[in-house]
T-cell receptor, first 114, second 116 residues
Framework: NAGVTQTPKFRILKIGQSMTLQCAQDMNHNYMYWYRQDPGMGLKLIYYSVGAGITDKGEVPNGYNVSRSTTEDFPLRLELAAPSQTSVYFC?????????????FGPGTRLTVL | AQKVTQAQTEISVVEKEDVTLDCVYETRDTTYYLFWYKQPPSGELVFLIRRNSFDEQNEISGRYSWNFQKSTSSFNFTITASQVVDSAVYFCALIRAGAGSYQLTFGKGTKLSVIP
């Protein structure tokens, strides 16, 4: 049971480039999330999904897109990278049972946009 | 809107000292959950505890204890006899029970440095 996995661990992009951050979970969780963590700040929600085919915006969605074609995978797409997107990105998942259930986090992807 | 405030940005203590990390939250909901996460220097997020709004019992787990007081909207975290391995950033977070996303609203974190 690998839990939540994220690839890549590190990436440097040039302004205007595109990339996809991969996230997968093997716990059959319905809910999946993408957060970003800026230096000295807590995590902020970018997008979330309550199940395959269903996604919705979080607090800071601009500049990102997501899709959820399977229960396991929840990729995050950056179309035109900007320096403001330099951050650490965390993917998380949780079961459907209730709000008190723990969110399981991936190890993070550190992205730098130059 | 809900908000979590961790007023202490950084704390340094000498090993074996006790330390308390403060967390104050704001929410209009009557049902909610509070969490603490630890982020060690390696960067991953480690779940420590959750508490629902109807359970104000304090909790102790080894050297860790949590004090939840609805009257002051606080959920403070105490480490007793701190160790170097406790050095990390600690986040307090909140979930609204009625929200469809069940997203976590995080505080900005408190960086704890335990000096040997």
């Amino acid at each position: 049971n690998a839990g939540v996995t994220q690839t890549p661990k590190f990436r440097i992009l040039k302004i205007g480039q595109s990339m996809t951050l991969q996230c997968a979970q093997d716990m059959n969780h319905n809910y999946m999330y993408w957060y970003r963590q800026d230096p000295g700040m807590g995590l902020k929600l970018i997008y979330y999904s309550v199940g395959a085919g269903i996604t919705d915006k979080g607090e800071v969605p601009n500049g990102y897109n997501v899709s959820r074609s399977t229960t396991e995978d929840f990729p995050l797409r950056l179309e035109l990278a900007a320096p403001s997107q330099t951050s650490v990105y965390f993917c998380a998942s949780r079961q459907l049972a209730g709000p008190g259930d723990e969110q399981f986090f991936g190890p993070g992807t550190r992205l730098t946009v130059l | 809107a809900q908000k979590v405030t961790q007023a202490q940005t950084e704390i340094s203590v000498v090993e074996k000292e006790d330390v308390t990390l403060d967390c104050v939250y704001e929410t209009r909901d009557t049902t909610y959950y509070l969490f603490w996460y630890k982020q060690p220097p390696s960067g991953e997020l480690v779940f420590l505890i959750r508490r629902n709004s109807f359970d104000e019992q304090n909790e102790i787990s080894g050297r860790y204890s949590w004090n939840f007081q609805k009257s002051t909207s606080s959920f403070n975290f105490t480490i007793t006899a701190s160790q170097v391995v406790d050095s990390a950033v600690y986040f307090c977070a909140l979930i609204r029970a009625g929200a469809g996303s069940y997203q976590l609203t995080f505080g900005k974190g408190t960086k704890l440095s335990v000096i040997p």
